[in-house]
């Protein structure tokens, strides 16, 4: 096979190793906030969340808690997460299984920069799209989460989710469950 189909065909293989790492939790929706992972639901959040002229310095760590927060948000609200991912606590907060790939899907506003502690992801656009894959009511709770976390920064999130209760009770590397969640600390 040429690079050249390969390279048209990247982002399908992309899904398809992320798929591949979540199948062994299908079953498991108390970690996926019950629903499947809906890597449609991903990219446009993430995409919903880097064209926000409300968030500041929208970098990898900040996103991952993002996520979170709007996950963990919909639950509590509604009863399922919106994205289906599967998150781990770990030293930095909570972290989406296999977000080093996600973040290399087409459509995924992401660059790579240097920074003072070296390398890092910034994801930011300008360009208008739609969010077909997202309802007036994941929308809402988008916008609820970047009012309240938006200008923030990650260090500053991170000291709120170490609060959590689903955070706390998750042993080290271990999944978050959502059952864990009693009280969020946004709203």
Not at 120 to 145: G, N, W
Request: hydrophobic residues 40%; glycine residues 6%.
């Amino acid at each position: 096979m040429s690079r050249r189909l390969y390279g048209k065909e990247e982002d399908i293989y992309l899904r398809k190793s992320i798929e591949a790492r979540y199948i062994k939790y299908y079953d498991m929706l108390m970690y996926s906030g019950n629903v499947p992972l809906s890597l449609d639901k991903v990219v446009d959040v993430i995409r919903y969340f880097a064209a926000s002229n409300v968030i500041t310095l929208l970098y990898y760590i900040k996103l991952m808690k993002l996520l979170w927060y709007t996950d963990a948000l919909s639950y509590k609200r509604r009863g399922h997460a919106i994205t289906g991912l599967i998150y781990q606590a770990l030293p930095v907060g909570t972290v989406p299984i296999a977000l080093d790939l996600i973040i290399e899907l087409r459509d995924i506003p992401c660059e790579k920069i240097d920074t003072e502690k070296g390398q890092d992801y910034f994801f930011c656009t300008e360009t208008l799209v739609k969010y077909s894959s997202l309802s007036r009511d994941d929308i809402a709770i988008l916008e609820d989460v970047i009012t309240q976390l938006g200008k923030m920064d990650d260090k500053e999130i991170g000291g709120i989710l170490q609060r959590e209760s689903a955070y706390q009770k998750t042993v080290p590397h271990g999944y978050i469950s959502y059952s864990d969640i009693e009280e969020l600390q946004i709203c």
